[in-house]
């Protein structure tokens, strides 16, 4: 890989994993005004509408095989059906805190997945910064729980030991789901442009959301969101179902999945971040400390390296 389209790559990752949870912090009043169904519905209908022109097959590609048509499927039956519904409901379920422990394990169950089906060979450091992302991760969503404990236990209050257990389980369904997609999305990027991945996706997406978000919009009283709430609607979509999912193609087209899932220590820094500068919350030093953690595991990724993760042949 060239210097300079390994940085690129790089950049791609971390640009979509901050988006992601950018998005994810700024969807608190979307999810508050529409019914989750609803919600993810209309998201795949506007990325939908901006991706026409991206399902295209371009001249240099080659027609697309049943694997190939598979595998995009399973794609979004796993990183968009999936995920979503097992994430809300598991968080639903359990503790904030359970939930952002469970979600720290992503850079690890994507580097075993990529390790099991894709043959990746896993140096030393890519394992050191996995360990480093886990641990932030795992650090900042504790940190979150001891200045919150009292908003915590009114929260969890009222779950009995079994609904947190189903929850936790849930949570790491979403978990498995999440590194399969960055798996998946690796395969794909061998033989489909990633505009086109994201595009045809999220038709997929909109097909498996569509009977429950006509149910949802038959019941719902449109004329009561705000012009507001409908641009933040648009943000979320586009950047939800268009510019994440190619960023994170793009990366993943010279990128091993493995060194891939570190980038993820990105979402939760990203919507820690808006919470400060745009949600007015504030951030502690144990926060900061899991943020230096979390981002020495993408130092330790990134830096040039003979032999530090490469496909198996």
């Known amino acids: 890989m060239q210097p300079n389209s390994r940085w690129l790559a790089y950049g791609s990752l971390a640009l979509s994993m901050a988006l992601v949870g950018s998005y994810v912090a700024l969807s608190k009043p979307l999810v508050a005004a529409l019914s989750v169904f609803l919600l993810a519905w209309l998201r795949f209908g506007i990325g939908g509408v901006a991706m026409l022109g991206w399902l295209k097959r371009a001249p240099h590609e080659a027609p697309m095989d049943s694997t190939t048509k598979r595998l995009l ?33 992503i850079p690890a169950v994507v580097a075993l997945m990529s390790w ?24 900042l969503a504790l940190s979150k729980g001891e200045l919150n404990s009292e908003q915590s236990r009114r929260l969890g209050g009222d779950l009995t030991n079994n609904t947190m257990l189903w929850g936790n389980i849930l949570v790491f369904v979403a978990v498995v789901c999440e590194a399969a997609y960055a798996v998946i999305g ?16 999220n038709v997929w997406g909109l097909v498996l959301m569509t009977p429950m978000g006509l ?48 980038f993820t220590v990105m979402l939760p820094i990203s919507a820690a971040l808006v919470g400060v500068f745009v949600l007015g919350e504030t951030l502690s030093g144990m926060q900061l400390v899991a943020f230096g953690i979390a981002l020495l595991g993408v130092v330790l990724a990134t830096l040039p390296s003979g032999r530090t993760v490469t496909p198996a042949p």
């Not at 099991?116 to 650090?139: D, M, Q, S």
């Not at 690796?186 to 033989?191: P, V």
């Not at 950047?239 to 891939?260: D, E, I, K, N």
Request: net charge positive; proline share 2%.
């Open 73 to 105: 499927f399973l794609e979004s039956l796993v990183g968009n059906f999936l995920f979503s519904i097992a994430m809300l409901f598991g968080v639903s379920m359990t503790t904030a805190v359970s939930a952002g422990v469970i979600m720290s394990t």
């Open 116 to 139: 099991a089906f894709l043959k990746e060979r896993i140096g030393l450091r890519v394992w050191a910064a996995i360990v480093c992302g886990v641990l932030g991760i795992t650090v």
């Open 186 to 201: 690796k395969k794909l990027t061998g033989s489909v442009s990633p505009k086109r991945i994201a595009a045809l996706i």
């Open 215 to 262: 149910y949802a919009a038959w019941h719902f009283e449109f004329s009561a969101v705000t012009p507001s709430l409908w641009l933040l609607l648009v943000f979320y979509a586009l950047a939800a179902s268009v510019w994440t999912v190619w960023l994170w193609m793009t990366g993943l087209q010279t990128v091993p999945a493995a060194r891939a899932g570190v």
